[in-house]
């Protein structure tokens, strides 16, 4: 049940109509190999970030159960940094910086203590770096989950289909899955999106749910109706970490341990959202997450009169 | 188990990105009428048309057990008639032309056999012919249902505020709950909203699925990922009658009967969108019914390991 993690590991700069943060810990890797955590250990992350980088942080990680051997230092650059604005509906957001730093060049090392892992979450990054993880594992993990963006769609559409023959599950939201299918319709997107290779995609869409297809299923999960979404920051990847995490810990890849698990993602998202940045994902209890996915049972849950 | 139907029967002239029509004939009270026929009989409707009416269509109420002696016919005048235009994303469109001709006038009355009924659904209409319509009738009903739009939040606010008192269930989308509300949060616009009277509240979210409120719990129902939306003309009407005819036909007005009733206005506003108008809601089985239903219970069923 080992699960390797490759993504950012990065520091952002957010604006909510909450509050604004100086640069705070973020990042794919952060958000997915916290949420993961609460479900399997280790997690061994695969990421790259420069001298600047938050040691506490760090630490913290380790004292998760997360291992960083696969993190590069890079003593003499910078981290990844991203800030961003959102607008007063939250689903809407604008880049203000953008610093790809020690990202630009990222050539990920497998520790040989990742090597044999069953299970890979490939964070958002450069789909050729992603393919060169999944290259650079000797043996390929039982199950292999990937989540991409749009601004791959646009500048390397090539390249993130040639990754995408190679995966199991695609997590991308609503709009990505229009762009990369040309269909409006989700349901014509998803068919479209697994003739390309990965025989389940998850649709997230935001306050809206999340939808898992294989080819001839399709399972909706919604997203709880929050009083205040106060930073939708790493959501997505929170996500990510509590699907792939739960998983991992129950060693069932079948149709109906996915539902579950998209169940538990969207729990550790809905936590997420909570707070700024990571900070509500740093000590969550076994009791808060089988509350939050116990509303979740009860929020869908009725009783039919039919046979 | 007897239910009274308010609302407009008009024609419609819709455009979509699938075609276009004629005059077809449309308005809430035809929609709510025919979906609830599924349900419960006698359903009687309380509207106006002219003398151009679609005898035709009356005739085809008639076969369901829709009771016409509340519609008033104003041989010499013309009925309400709207054309509006779909966009390619089908959640947003433009209203080309509004005539509203019988409607602008509109005094209604109740047939003495309506008298006594159980069940009320108000259907979008001038808030104080709804109001009119609820102290025309001799005895309160059990239930009161109402639908509205964000036109009479506009110009007609105060009246709206003052029917919505009168009501035990308000049906609207999410735009109608911000603007109501003055909240963003649905959460929170729910709360203000039922504080103004109404003790449930359904929030309908289109594509998104549809939210029920109560002032202590909430349940959402999704609705179903389709391959086509061809018409969305009607859905949340067709909604309302599914949902009010699915509660006077159990007879049961408890949180868990209207949340089952949620999933039957579901079911039947699914229907709606996959022809242009009433098509599709002109001949449906028991079968196809129940075989929707099931549709949606598959959808969100999934097994916990919580105990």
Redesign the interface.
Known sequence: MSLVVVGSMAFDALETPFGKTDKIVGGAATYISLSSSYFVKPVNVVSVVGGDFDQSHVELMHQRGISTEGMQVKENEKSFFWSGRYF??MNSRETLVTELNVLGDFDPIIPDSYQGCEYLMLGNLAPQVQKTVIERLRNRPKLIVMDTMNFWMDIALDELKETIKLIDVLSINDEEARQLSGE?????AAKKIMAMGPKFLIIK?GE??A?LFNEEK?????AL?????FDPTGAGDTFAGGFIGYLAS?GDISF?SM??AV?YGSAMASFCVEKFGTERLKNLTQEEI?GR??QF?N??A?????Q
Chains 1, 2 share one sequence.
């Open positions: 007063n509906d409006y319709s989700l349901v014509k869409k809206h749910g939808l399709v399972f909706f999960a919604p109706p929050l009083e205040e979404v129950s109906e539902k579950r169940i089988d996915v116990r049972v929020l869908v009725f009783d039919t009169v039919l």
